[in-house]
């Protein structure tokens, strides 16, 4: 079965810094690039961040552009989302997904995509920004 599994969301304060992992079981993270989305309540799900399946292409949205790094280990099969300067507005359930031969894409809105069709999702992980 393929899985994506994030962890290391939680309660930060504004200025913090979380790292989020986002963990492939069932197959091999390789030829996959893989996409950082968040969801605020009330809000629609966007793309905050991508890496191509080399890592060798990065992309942000406007919103996290300068504070957020993304980067993959492909032999420990896992991505990360470096989240630095966290903000209230930062406050989401984020998740990471998986597309196949998949290519990083800016979107008009100023959030990212794949240009693919996302095969993979993850359970998600709650990052709260709050004093």
């Known amino acids: 079965q393929l899985q994506l599994v994030e962890s290391g969301g939680g309660l930060v304060q504004p200025g913090g810094s979380l790292r989020l992992s986002c963990a492939a079981s069932?197959?091999?993270?390789?030829?996959?690039?893989i996409g950082w989305f968040r969801q605020a309540p009330g809000k629609e799900r966007e793309g905050v961040s991508c890496?191509?399946?080399?890592?060798?292409?990065?992309k942000y949205a406007d919103s996290v552009k300068g504070r957020f790094t993304i980067s993959r280990d492909n032999a420990k099969n896992t991505v990360y989302l470096q989240m630095n300067s966290l903000k209230p507005e930062d406050t989401a359930v984020y998740y990471c997904?998986?597309?196949?031969?998949?290519?990083?894409?800016?979107?008009?809105?100023?959030?990212?995509?794949?240009?693919?069709?996302?095969?993979?999702w993850g359970q998600g992980t709650l990052v709260t920004v709050s004093s």
């Open positions: 997904a998986a597309a196949s031969f998949g290519r990083c894409i800016n979107n008009q809105a100023g959030t990212i995509g794949l240009n693919r069709y996302l095969e993979v």
């Open positions: 069932g197959f091999t993270l390789d030829y996959y690039a």
């Open positions: 890496i191509s399946s080399s890592g060798g292409s990065t």
